[in-house]
């Protein structure tokens, strides 16, 4: 089993700076890639940012400039630095992990997920 453990999230006015942290543990191999997604009420959830396994990096394109993504490999943890933050990134933020067994069976694991509240 493997368990994603969130935290950072909280209330914060915009301009404002958040970091967000997720930490996996259990049956772990390797992870491939890790990720932070977010959703808005009555909206689609949508990717913000990813980190590979060899150090590349994704960005959506509204953050870009403002978040960064990190990773910890030795804590099995990644990070998402939130600057300058605004309204619109309001959102629930969810953690995902992309990882190999040992047994060689892959998975998609998520975080139970971490509220950002940007007011203006």
């Known amino acids: 089993q493997v368990h994603l453990v969130e935290s950072g999230g909280g209330l914060v006015q915009a301009g404002g700076s958040l970091r967000l942290s997720c930490a996996a543990s259990?049956?772990?191999?390797?992870?491939?890639?890790m990720g932070w997604y977010r959703q808005a009420p009555g909206k689609q959830r949508e990717l913000v940012a990813r980190i590979h396994s060899v150090g590349t990096t994704t960005y959506a394109d509204s953050v870009k400039g403002r978040f960064t993504i990190s990773r910890d490999n030795a804590k099995n943890t990644v990070y998402l630095q939130m600057n300058s933050l605004k309204p619109e990134d309001t959102a629930v933020y969810y953690c995902?992990?992309?990882?190999?067994?040992?047994?060689?069976?892959?998975?998609?694991?998520w975080g139970q997920g971490t509220q950002v509240t940007v007011s203006s």
């Open positions: 259990g049956s772990i191999f390797s992870i491939n890639s």
């Open positions: 995902n992990v992309n990882i190999l067994h040992g047994s060689g069976v892959r998975g998609d694991y």
